[in-house]
């Protein structure tokens, strides 16, 4: 009998608490293919005096993260990250950004040299030079750098998830074999998935959406047109594609029409918390940190953070001119353009079009 | 000196009053390339007693269709459709489709052979054999059969494009100096126009979408999750995108990042009426003939014609399987499904996905 996936899931918070539902009750489903308990690293804290992995391990509820839904019982909450991460052949990690350098430290040279990791970590990492990186490579290089790794990114949203209600995700991965496994994780009848090898667009674009969404945020603070809204989000989205091909290399068209792409990117444009802080910078006057504050506890956004690093790189590679949406978003983060002078920047360029870009040929 | 294009508008409607407002400007500002003069075939009505191509010409507005926004002098309104066209090399078609026959049977015969069209007409058509047709090549085959046409589309509002809000559209045509004439006769620094050879895609997507917007409306009608949303406006792209191909065989994965294809897609998922009717179906219970008669005073909409066109065409190819989305929308209209029937249709089939479609290479 071939040895079964031993699955441990990196992080406890409204994500990875609702990506273990989907995958303790596949991990029951495939009793050939998976390790029937689920391990969670769980951040231990006390939440009304008892311990959060306790809680989670006696009431099957995770009380701070997600209170309203039941986790299913083969789902083991651990609180130490090494020891949740033991033997793991498929580590998941659904932690912020800020945290994973310190997390992947903790775990480097503490895990399976042949397990596989998936990141459903949104943003875009810097490499020491400045230039852009993956972070499921950052991942990748702070575990022992040979790890294998894949993404899942999509429209979906924790709370929605868990909810069982319908929608969509899009694994990303240069193996098919790996594929072919994750899709059985974490394919559902209301989470559905499609896996693609072009795993750097899949990544990327989740970052990508969050500038997209400022710029749409500025348009609706300023009262534009639901035409101005849709002609934004298509610019946007012809400027992801063109990045994605200058500085990553390997895209595929068709991989932004998966859920990863226009159904993220949508969501993001019309629900999202970027699109509704960039619109409150422009009817209340306020500065991105001060929006910040008032709206987010302070917390900090990633579209205009994601913006400044997109300029850089855009910046240094001289392509200004190939990306007037992703520069005036960055500038009106900076204060340095008014909201208004957005669009006058974005005119001030050809129309933006796929005309003229050159794709990789269908596998 | 080389002749100049005679510009002639086939409708004053609101979509033909914006569009003769950008026309008409562009011909005085291109006075090498366009006779100043637009004329604007009116169909002569009374307004407040006065005759509407009267209001036109003495105080360039159109007191019907579209009040708010003043009309450029150099437009002349002409009541009489034949003398409208007469000498035109440039006709452009801004009526309903449910005039288009009369229409092209007057004007057949009185127009210059080496006219140009170009339709701004959305919907499906249909050949004598029940087979789908491009609206445009019905234009073409009523008139004479051989005119040159072109079709102008995209995520623009008649309303906001006379408000001078920033939008986009698509320029459909096989001849790229065609392109080059209409993107000078179009273009606006607010209008911004891109030019692509894919004609029967920019058309087509501007039918299919309302289908789309339909099972957006259903959806929203029974409450379900945003992430739903923009599942459902993926799913139907892809089925637009192999809908296209199957049927007009001509289509280029690019054609669907213009304004014509996602954008929008976008605007009438959120914005528009089909959307707005199938979740009043929803939540009235009442069938579409009867919120048609409620909430449109009886007009039509076009999200279920066109879905019914579209299931009988993928019907008699035998399709089904490949269009769950289409079909359900087409079901649920028809009384067949109840709308929580549709999920339940789009999930009993694999997941949506473009990977094993086969495209034409970039031009």
């Known amino acids: 009998m071939p040895q079964l996936h031993k699955i441990a899931i990196i992080g406890c918070g409204n994500w990875g608490s609702a990506i273990c539902r989907i995958v303790g009750e596949n991990a029951v489903k495939f009793p050939d293919l998976f390790d029937k308990c689920v391990r969670m690293w769980v951040f231990e804290e006390l939440v009304d005096g008892k311990k959060l992995s ?45 945290f994973v350098a310190k997390t992947c430290k903790t775990l480097s040279g503490k895990i399976r040299e042949d397990a596989i990791g998936v990141s459903l970590i949104k943003g875009l990492s810097a490499s020491p030079d400045g230039s852009a990186r993956l972070i499921s490579s950052e991942v990748r290089d702070l575990l022992n750098g040979k790890i294998e790794i894949a993404v899942l990114m999509g429209a979906n949203l924790a709370n929605e998830v868990a909810e069982d209600q319908f929608c969509e995700a899009t694994i990303g991965t240069k193996n098919k074999k790996t594929g072919l496994l994750l899709k059985l994780l974490f394919d559902t009848g209301n989470f559905r998935t499609t896996v693609v090898g072009d ?111 997109a300029s850089e790189m855009i910046e240094r590679a001289n392509l200004l001119d190939e990306f007037p949406l992703f520069v005036a978003v960055h500038k009106v983060c900076k204060g340095q353009f008014k909201p208004e002078q957005m669009l006058d920047h974005i005119r001030s360029f050809p129309v933006e079009t796929i005309d003229s870009m050159t794709f990789l040929p269908p596998p």
Chains 1, 2 share one sequence.
Do not use: W
């Open 54 to 98: 306790e809680i989670i391990n006696n009431e099957h509820v995770n009380r701070k993260y997600l209170p309203d839904v039941k986790l299913p019982e083969n789902v083991l909450a651990v609180p130490d990250l090494v020891e949740s991460a033991k033997d793991a052949t498929i580590l998941i990690f659904a932690i912020p950004h800020q």
């Open 199 to 309: 795993l750097e667009t899949v990544e990327v674009c989740g970052a990508l959406k969050n500038v997209v969404a400022c710029a749409v945020g500025f348009s609706d603070g300023l009262g534009y047109a639901d035409t101005t809204k849709s002609a934004l989000i298509r610019i946007g989205l012809v400027e992801m594609i063109r990045f994605i091909q200058y500085f990553f290399k390997s895209t595929h068209l068709r991989t932004f029409l998966e859920s990863c792409g226009v159904a993220d990117l949508i969501t993001t444009c019309y629900g999202g918390r970027n699109r509704r802080c960039a619109a409150a910078m422009v009817y209340t006057g306020q500065s991105i940190e001060e929006v910040e504050k008032e709206l987010l506890n302070g917390q900090k956004l990633q579209g205009p953070a994601t913006a400044a690093q």
